[in-house]
């Protein structure tokens, strides 16, 4: 199953997608956990793709897009992969398309995850103070949630129109959300 996973900064996507992973048996590909270790290993461009994390923007399409584009031919991805932070914008979700046509991949689902702002502006600040994120401040949080409505919410629209989009309530236990979200794959 070839599944991609959106939702605002905060709304749970990591934490579903790595249980989603778990169920399905299937590859998670986070961009942003990706992007944090090329930051860490110092590579040529973890460090460009620092800066703008750093700032809560996002890194240029031509590098996510090469980024995914390695992983999904890989072997570890035979079984399938839920793509979590990808795309983010309209190029990337064109490019996603095109280079997944082009090895015979079919996407099955995009997974919206919905939930209230506010709440999840308190959330990110309080993971920011537990696990340090240097992008988890309420400056750079806010900068986060305003490029999220800008450029990836089009998103929902454009994977609607491939009858594509399934939306998921975002809010409530964990467990529960992941049922909600394995329901509707069946
Ligand atoms: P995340 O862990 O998904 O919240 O991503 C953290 C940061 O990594 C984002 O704020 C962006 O700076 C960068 N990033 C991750 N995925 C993408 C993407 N698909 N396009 C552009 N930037 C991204």
Redesign the pocket.
């Known amino acids: 199953m070839k599944l991609l996973i959106m939702g605002p900064?905060g709304v749970g996507?990591?934490t579903q997608a790595d249980r989603i992973k778990n169920e399905l048996n299937i590859e998670h590909l986070?961009?942003?956990?990706i992007?944090?270790k090329e930051a860490k290993a110092k590579t040529n461009v973890g460090m460009d793709?620092k800066l703008?994390?750093d700032?809560?923007?996002?890194?240029?399409?031509h590098?996510?897009i090469s980024i995914?584009k390695e992983h999904i031919s890989k072997s570890k991805c035979e079984n399938g992969y839920l793509l979590?932070?990808?795309?983010?914008?309209l190029p990337?979700a064109q490019g996603l398309d095109d280079m997944m046509h082009s090895i015979g991949h079919d996407l099955d689902c995009a997974i919206s995850l919905l939930a209230n702002e506010d709440e999840l502006v308190n959330r990110l600040i309080k993971r920011g103070q537990e696990s340090g994120r240097t992008?988890d401040t309420p400056e750079v949080i806010r900068n986060?949630q305003q490029?999220y409505w800008e450029q990836t919410a089009p998103l929902l629209d454009f994977y609607k129109r491939k009858n594509l989009l399934k939306e998921v309530d975002g809010l409530g236990e964990i467990p529960e959300i992941t049922k909600r979200i394995l329901n509707i794959l069946k």
């Open positions: 900064p996507k990591g986070s961009t942003g956990d992007l944090r793709a703008y994390m700032m809560g923007r996002l890194v240029p399409d590098i996510l995914v979590d932070g990808f795309p983010r914008t990337q992008d986060r490029i």
